[in-house]
């Protein structure tokens, strides 16, 4: 059994995107995490070298989404599910990025892409 760890909400200011403004001028994306792993050993011990430690998790997240832009929303959400699988722990994570200043030519609230990928 799979137990699910999620951490909604984080904010990033990055310079991702296609078009040279959004390189320069940048804008914010928020990141939603859903990890697969076991919780038992943590609970059993309560320590926290028995689990993922989120606070961490979100600082090295952060600093992937803020460096090294590309243009694509797909490549950051692939860099993001690398940083969380790279914890042997995780058996899979699925990424939420949310670009709500995505520079579209009407009204709406929102444009996500999520990505589940799976720890080999």
């Not at 760890?5 to 914010?28: D, M, N, S």
């Not at 989404?65 to 790279?86: K, N």
């Not at 009204?107 to 892409?113: M, N």
Request: overall charge negative.
């Amino acid at each position: 059994m799979t137990d699910e760890l999620t951490i909604t909400g984080v904010e990033c200011f990055a310079h991702h995107g296609v078009f040279e403004f959004e390189r320069r001028e940048g804008q914010t994306f928020v990141i939603d995490l859903t990890l697969g792993l076991d919780t038992a050993p943590a609970a059993a011990s309560d320590d926290l070298q028995d689990t993922v430690d989120y606070g961490s998790l979100v600082a090295r997240v952060k600093a992937a989404v803020e460096s090294d832009p590309v243009d694509l929303i797909e490549t950051v959400a692939q860099r993001i599910s690398d940083v969380c699988l790279a914890d042997g722990r995780v058996e899979w994570a699925r990424v939420t990025i949310h670009k709500p200043d995505a520079p579209i030519e009407a009204t709406f609230a929102d444009v996500t892409l999520t990505i589940t990928r799976n720890n080999p």
